[in-house]
């Protein structure tokens, strides 16, 4: 994966740019020893890895404001970081850049029940955020896998969604405004807790730009009443085609679980290897989940029942009780971690018309063959999000490069049949490359003049989402 | 995650036990929400996450323990709260044992004034 | 000018030599902008539509009627409920599902599912130069590069000329109704419909005009009465059951805003927090129609009050002034946010000649 060449001319200025980020925040907030900025060389994409020029650690949006002015008087580009858990190098730095950490600023502003809204900083995390009005009996709804760890400045910045999306939506939808600071370090605010623009939606577009317009230091949050309960069914099938054809014909009658997930056999066997959740072996695998009181809960579960039947599935499993419900999410909840146990691995997450679900498996599975990786489906199916887990060896040399090429190529194939190459994840630096197989050139130029107007001199974690040839004049300029 | 020890080092059966646990650590964070220094301190060089890479460093180095490496170990309160989290069962405690003992093999711990003043 | 394709369509904007208006039907088009009327009514028809994914792709000339009709054969909707505002601003003509996105449009559903912005996958749009470009996609779950999508959404034909757009739709339900409550002051009135938000009971409006205040579920059959009663419990007072279609002629008039057809004066529609929504309404002493649970005020005034409507909501929101003349249209922005917003205006029309003027 290329990197931009540093800036030689800032690294050289190193010891006067710590030093005056050091005269502007507090002793403990920047961080410039060698041996203390490995840690901050990558995120949870640990493939690509430099360490930064320095780390800061502001605790307040004036001092998140001064880093950013003198880092934009000296030229330097800044990569903001949340919680350090992007799967697409979204926080890795270069070797000219400052990590901006918000981690530190995690502290709940507001809380509004009536007007069902939160204010937090952007450095909470996900779950907390839930946490923190659970007592009164709210939630908020978007809900990464990653939810215990990610921030919140990271959900922003990607776009993120989770399995309840398909119900609640994903970030951008959830999300009523932002204080944002601008390269220069100008403080905005976009939005507000009444929650629609006056005028253009720039927290619309702010949301999923990867921390490249500018820098969330609070955000205000949608919250939803919890529903009164919530039950899942696992149903198991001899063919992915079947599974697919399934979740169709759910959605077609009406019927809006909260989450529809699609695991297949390769998947299946490693978690059940790892995590013993008692999964049937079969070709595919969905959990459904409902929610509501007891008595809607019956009502969509017997009309999933009748589809689901019709389908002529191996297994129907219903939960009897809550005990039973996490043992159905516990297979799906420890994938990752079991394909972790196989080996290395890459996750894609493209988008696919749930339609092309079939066409789609069974090309990864012959690609599987050609590349010699072995691949395994974790898939968000209401909305056709995948997760294809890439197995490979990072100590054997070339089987990176290797696993880089089979993605890529599911990739391209995700698009080929109408969909995306990320639905959550983000572009980073690990779909860059492959944004002009989606996009041609005046897509992507549209897309940098957004840039241009909030971050002109292209400072703010600018090797990122575009192919660097693409935005390389810009870059220099 | 990737691992750069040279085969004269994985001979040593301490090294090998430790790069399965550091090719098991899939670098996700999960340990970071979980753990009671990163709570209060806020950089991820006193979380788990963040010591498991510097330990790893220090261990394919090969090199003694320097003074900031030792800083964020010690900081940990083996509370193993990371390891009830971590989705990959990441054995922490045995990685934080043998960077401890290599602390010990290899670090010379200034007298009591100046520890205080490092580890502050 | 009225192109039938989007080559078409681009090579007239980059031919212009003067400003554009820009227009589907115009029958939601709000505020003032000069030029030679570039109509999108001639770029029609479904690109695709795929019930079992919920997606529909449509030509933004497409009549709002037309993709109605379309997705009621399987039944299914849009989910944001889309406003004919003919009646309320004394227009003819045929609203356009372009000029609906343009608007960034939504019914009283909003508290539920959001607006025009929340169900949009997509977009192709023909910006000021004259260069085609597209955003987003088909698929529900997208973050590939920037989303100029939501940008779009809501940007009135100022920064691109909307050419194609896609939508997550969603299925009927197979009820809906909605409790009446009676006998309550305005006050009270809000309040009982942010109880009812604020329970798990999944409401998908929430408004109050005439004195009443409006609260309705949509589901199964079975669910939807479950809902009714715990709801019922929940906000006490006066109430009555308007089932089917009792319950949506209610919500077609919330959502057309009825209530101030054929009435004169200026209209605002206010957003701002629903337990701001009655001291806002009462000290501008016009007349109210609350939707999404008091978050959105719908209000009818003498003219010449905009100076009056600005003070009353500062801070606490934002108001336009959808009908009646003189003053801004658009509220004022912070100047830093206005100047984002003027350097895209730049960027995506360096001419200037998209309504040029229309929102500030
Ligand atoms: C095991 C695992 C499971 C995951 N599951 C999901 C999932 O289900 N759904 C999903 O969507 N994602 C998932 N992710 C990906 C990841 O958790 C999300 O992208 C998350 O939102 C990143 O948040 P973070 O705080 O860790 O951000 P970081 O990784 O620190 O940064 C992510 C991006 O945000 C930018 N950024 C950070 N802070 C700011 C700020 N203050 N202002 C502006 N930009 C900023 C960074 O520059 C970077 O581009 C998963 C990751 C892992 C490891
Ligand atoms: S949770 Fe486990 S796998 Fe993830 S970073 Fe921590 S130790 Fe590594
Ligand atoms: S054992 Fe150490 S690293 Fe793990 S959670 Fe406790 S303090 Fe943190």
Same mark, same amino acid.
């Given at each position: 994966?290329?990197?931009?060449?540093?800036?030689?001319?800032?690294?050289?200025?190193?010891?006067?740019?710590?030093?005056?980020?050091?005269?502007?925040?507090? =002793?403990?907030?920047?961080?410039?020893?060698?041996?203390?900025?490995?840690?901050?060389?990558?995120?949870?994409?640990?493939?690509?890895?430099?360490?930064?020029?320095?780390?800061?650690?502001?605790?307040?949006?004036?001092?998140?404001?001064?880093?950013?002015?003198?880092?934009?008087?000296?030229?330097?580009?800044?990569?903001?970081?949340?919680?350090?858990?992007?799967?697409?190098?979204?926080?890795?730095?270069?070797?000219?850049?400052?990590?901006?950490?918000?981690?530190?600023?995690?502290?709940?502003?507001?809380?509004?029940?009536?007007?069902?809204?939160?204010?937090?900083?952007?450095?909470?995390?996900?779950?907390?955020?839930?946490?923190?009005?659970?007592?009164?009996?709210?939630?908020?709804?978007?809900?990464?896998?990653?939810?215990?760890?990610?921030?919140?400045?990271?959900?922003?910045?990607?776009?993120?969604?989770?399995?309840?999306?398909?119900?609640?939506?994903?970030?951008?939808?959830?999300?009523?405004?932002?204080?944002?600071?601008?390269?220069?370090?100008?403080?905005?605010?976009?939005?507000?807790?009444?929650?629609?623009?006056?005028?253009?939606?720039?927290?619309?577009?702010?949301?999923?730009?990867?921390?490249?317009?500018?820098?969330?230091?609070?955000?205000?949050?949608?919250?939803?009443?919890?529903?009164?309960?919530?039950?899942?069914?696992?149903?198991?099938?001899?063919?992915?085609?079947?599974?697919?054809?399934?979740?169709?014909?759910?959605?077609?009658?009406?019927?809006?679980?909260?989450?529809?997930?699609?695991?297949?056999?390769?998947?299946?066997?490693?978690?059940?290897?790892?995590?013993?959740?008692?999964?049937?072996?079969?070709?595919?695998?969905?959990?459904?989940?409902?929610?509501?009181?007891?008595?809607?809960?019956?009502?969509?579960?017997?009309?999933?029942?009748?589809?689901?039947?019709?389908?002529?599935?191996?297994?129907?499993?219903?939960?009897?009780?809550?005990?039973?419900?996490?043992?159905?999410?516990?297979?799906?909840?420890?994938?990752?971690?079991?394909?972790?146990?196989?080996?290395?691995?890459?996750?894609?997450?493209?988008?696919?018309?749930?339609?092309?679900?079939?066409?789609?498996?069974?090309?990864?599975?012959?690609?599987?063959?050609?590349?010699?990786?072995?691949?395994?489906?974790?898939?968000?199916?209401?909305?056709?999000?995948?997760?294809?887990?890439?197995?490979?060896?990072?100590?054997?040399?070339?089987?990176?490069?290797?696993?880089?090429?089979?993605?890529?190529?599911?990739?391209?194939?995700?698009?080929?049949?109408?969909?995306?190459?990320?639905?959550?994840?983000?572009?980073?630096?690990?779909?860059?490359?492959?944004?002009? =197989?989606?996009?041609?050139?005046?897509?992507?130029?549209?897309?940098?003049?957004?840039?241009?107007?909030?971050?002109?001199?292209?400072?703010?974690?600018?090797?990122?989402?575009?192919?660097?040839?693409?935005?390389?004049?810009?870059?220099?300029? | 995650?990737?691992?750069?020890?040279?085969?004269?080092?994985?001979?040593?059966?301490?090294?090998?036990?430790?790069?399965?646990?550091?090719?098991?650590?899939?670098?996700?964070?999960?340990?970071?929400?979980?753990?009671?220094?990163?709570?209060?301190?806020?950089?991820?060089?006193?979380?788990?996450?963040?010591?498991?890479?510097?330990?790893?460093?220090?261990?394919?180095?090969?090199?003694?323990?320097?003074?900031?490496?030792?800083?964020?170990?010690?900081?940990?309160?083996?509370?193993?709260?990371?390891?009830?989290?971590?989705?990959?069962?990441?054995?922490?405690?045995?990685?934080?044992?043998?960077?401890?003992?290599?602390?010990?093999?290899?670090?010379?711990?200034?007298?009591?004034?100046?520890?205080?003043?490092?580890?502050? | 000018?009225?192109?039938?394709?989007?080559?078409?369509?681009?090579?007239?904007?980059?031919?212009?030599?003067?400003?554009?208006?820009?227009?589907?039907?115009?029958?939601?088009?709000?505020?003032?902008?000069?030029?030679?009327?570039?109509?999108?009514?001639?770029?029609?028809?479904?690109?695709?539509?795929?019930?079992?994914?919920?997606?529909?792709?449509?030509?933004?000339?497409?009549?709002?009627?037309?993709?109605?009709?379309?997705?009621?054969?399987?039944?299914?909707?849009?989910?944001?409920?889309?406003?004919?505002?003919?009646?309320?601003?004394?227009?003819?003509?045929?609203?356009?599902?372009?000029?609906?996105?343009?608007?960034?449009?939504?019914?009283?559903?909003?508290?539920?599912?959001?607006?025009?912005?929340?169900?949009?996958?997509?977009?192709?749009?023909?910006?000021?130069?004259?260069?085609?470009?597209?955003?987003?996609?088909?698929?529900?779950?997208?973050?590939?590069?920037?989303?100029?999508?939501?940008?779009?959404?809501?940007?009135?034909?100022?920064?691109?000329?909307?050419?194609?757009?896609?939508?997550?739709?969603?299925?009927?339900?197979?009820?809906?109704?909605?409790?009446?409550?009676?006998?309550?002051?305005?006050?009270?009135?809000?309040?009982?419909?942010?109880?009812?938000?604020?329970?798990?009971?999944?409401?998908?409006?929430?408004?109050?005009?005439?004195?009443?205040?409006?609260?309705?579920?949509?589901?199964?059959?079975?669910?939807?009465?479950?809902?009714?009663?715990?709801?019922?419990?929940?906000?006490?007072?006066?109430?009555?059951?308007?089932?089917?279609?009792?319950?949506?002629?209610?919500?077609?008039?919330?959502?057309?805003?009825?209530?101030?057809?054929?009435?004169?004066?200026?209209?605002?529609?206010?957003?701002?927090?629903?337990?701001?929504?009655?001291?806002?309404?009462?000290?501008?002493?016009?007349?109210?129609?609350?939707?999404?649970?008091?978050?959105?005020?719908?209000?009818?005034?003498?003219?010449?009050?905009?100076?009056?409507?600005?003070?009353?909501?500062?801070?606490?929101?934002?108001?336009?002034?959808?009908?009646?003349?003189?003053?801004?249209?658009?509220?004022?922005?912070?100047?830093?946010?206005?100047?984002?917003?003027?350097?895209?205006?730049?960027?995506?029309?360096?001419?200037?000649?998209?309504?040029?003027?229309?929102?500030?």
């Amino acid at each position: 994966m290329d990197m931009p060449e540093p800036d030689l001319g800032v690294i050289a200025r190193k010891a006067r740019i710590v030093a005056r980020m050091r005269a502007a925040l507090p =002793v403990d907030a920047v961080i410039d020893a060698p041996e203390e900025l490995r840690v901050y060389e990558c995120d949870a994409l640990t493939a690509y890895r430099c360490p930064p020029l320095a780390a800061v650690l502001p605790r307040t949006t004036a001092e998140v404001s001064a880093v950013l002015r003198i880092a934009c008087e000296e030229g330097v580009p800044v990569v903001p970081r949340g919680s350090g858990t992007s799967l697409a190098g979204g926080a890795m730095p270069t070797a000219d850049s400052v990590i901006l950490g918000v981690a530190r600023m995690n502290a709940v502003l507001e809380t509004d029940y009536d007007n069902r809204f939160i204010r937090v900083q952007s450095g909470r995390t996900n779950l907390s955020v839930s946490g923190a009005v659970e007592a009164e009996g709210f939630f908020y709804a978007p809900d990464p896998s990653s939810q215990l760890a990610c921030a919140i400045a990271g959900n922003i910045a990607m776009n993120s969604g989770g399995a309840h999306c398909l119900k609640y939506g994903v970030t951008t939808n959830n999300l009523l405004g932002v204080t944002l600071v601008k390269m220069d370090g100008t403080v905005l605010t976009l939005g507000g807790p009444w929650g629609e623009p006056a005028g253009l939606d720039l927290l619309g577009v702010v949301c999923g730009s990867e921390g490249q317009l500018g820098v969330v230091t609070e955000a205000w949050l949608r919250i939803l009443p919890k529903p009164e309960g919530a039950r899942p069914v696992l149903v198991g099938f001899d063919s992915n085609e079947v599974a697919g054809a399934c979740v169709s014909d759910i959605i077609k009658a009406g019927i809006l679980p909260v989450a529809i997930e699609f695991m297949d056999r390769p998947c299946i066997r490693a978690t059940e290897a790892f995590a013993k959740a008692g999964y049937p072996d079969c070709e595919a695998l969905l959990i459904i989940e409902v929610e509501g009181s007891e008595a809607e809960i019956a009502e969509q579960l017997t009309r999933i029942r009748q589809i689901a039947l019709a389908h002529d599935p191996v297994e129907f499993r219903e939960a009897a009780d809550e005990d039973q419900a996490k043992r159905i999410w516990l297979g799906r909840k420890s994938a990752f971690g079991a394909m972790g146990q196989l080996g290395d691995y890459m996750c894609l997450d493209g988008t696919i018309p749930v339609s092309s679900l079939p066409h789609v498996l069974k090309r990864i599975g012959e690609m599987s063959v050609q590349f010699g990786l072995d691949v395994g489906n974790v898939f968000h199916a209401g909305d056709g999000n995948m997760h294809p887990l890439i197995l490979f060896d990072a100590n054997k040399p070339g089987d990176l490069e290797k696993c880089e090429a089979f993605g890529a190529e599911i990739l391209k194939l995700c698009v080929e049949v109408g969909g995306c190459l990320t639905g959550e994840h983000g572009v980073g630096i690990e779909k860059r490359d492959l944004m002009s =197989v989606q996009f041609d050139a005046a897509d992507m130029e549209a897309q940098m003049r957004v840039k241009d107007v909030f971050d002109p001199k292209w400072l703010l974690n600018p090797a990122k989402v575009f192919p660097l040839g693409v935005s390389e004049t810009r870059r220099a300029g | 995650m990737q691992t750069n020890f040279t085969p004269e080092q994985l001979a040593d059966p301490g090294i090998a036990r430790a790069n399965q646990i550091l090719r098991s650590c899939v670098h996700c964070g999960f340990c970071t929400a979980t753990c009671p220094t990163y709570q209060v301190l806020g950089d991820e060089l006193d979380s788990p996450r963040g010591r498991i890479y510097l330990i790893k460093d220090m261990l394919e180095a090969g090199r003694p323990a320097d003074e900031k490496t030792v800083k964020h170990i010690d900081r940990c309160l083996s509370c193993l709260a990371c390891m009830t989290t971590c989705p990959s069962g990441v054995h922490y405690m045995h990685l934080v044992d043998h960077a401890r003992a290599h602390i010990e093999k290899t670090y010379r711990r200034p007298p009591w004034p100046g520890r205080s003043r490092t580890s502050g | 000018m009225r192109p039938t394709t989007e080559a078409d369509l681009a090579e007239a904007i980059a031919a212009a030599t003067a400003p554009l208006l820009v227009r589907g039907g115009g029958t939601r088009t709000i505020g003032q902008a000069v030029g030679d009327v570039l109509e999108t009514g001639g770029l029609t028809g479904v690109a695709l539509y795929e019930p079992g994914a919920l997606t529909l792709v449509v030509r933004a000339g497409t009549p709002v009627a037309e993709v109605e009709r379309v997705l009621a054969a399987d039944r299914q909707r849009l989910a944001f409920e889309v406003p004919d505002l003919r009646g309320l601003l004394g227009r003819e003509g045929v609203s356009t599902i372009g000029g609906v996105v343009a608007a960034n449009a939504s019914g009283p559903r909003r508290v539920q599912v959001g607006a025009a912005r929340d169900a949009l996958l997509g977009v192709r749009f023909v910006d000021g130069s004259g260069t085609v470009i597209k955003n987003g996609g088909r698929v529900m779950k997208n973050v590939t590069g920037y989303d100029l999508v939501k940008l779009l959404a809501g940007s009135r034909g100022t920064l691109g000329v909307l050419t194609e757009v896609s939508f997550k739709v969603q299925a009927l339900p197979e009820a809906e109704a909605t409790l009446v409550i009676g006998g309550l002051g305005d006050e009270a009135g809000l309040a009982a419909l942010r109880r009812a938000l604020g329970s798990p009971f999944d409401i998908s409006g929430a408004a109050r005009h005439s004195g009443q205040s409006l609260i309705r579920v949509e589901g199964m059959a079975g669910s939807v009465a479950y809902r009714l009663d715990r709801l019922r419990a929940l906000v006490g007072g006066d109430v009555k059951v308007a089932e089917a279609a009792v319950s949506a002629a209610l919500w077609r008039d919330v959502r057309d805003v009825a209530l101030f057809h054929d009435k004169p004066g200026e209209v605002w529609r206010i957003v701002t927090l629903s337990t701001a929504a009655a001291e806002i309404a009462g000290r501008l002493a016009g007349e109210a129609l609350w939707d999404c649970g008091g978050g959105l005020i719908w209000l009818r005034l003498d003219h010449g009050r905009g100076a009056e409507v600005a003070a009353a909501v500062a801070g606490r929101g934002h108001a336009t002034r959808v009908r009646g003349d003189g003053g801004p249209v658009f509220p004022p922005e912070a100047p830093e946010v206005a100047l984002l917003a003027a350097g895209l205006r730049a960027k995506f029309d360096p001419r200037g000649i998209l309504n040029a003027g229309l929102m500030g």
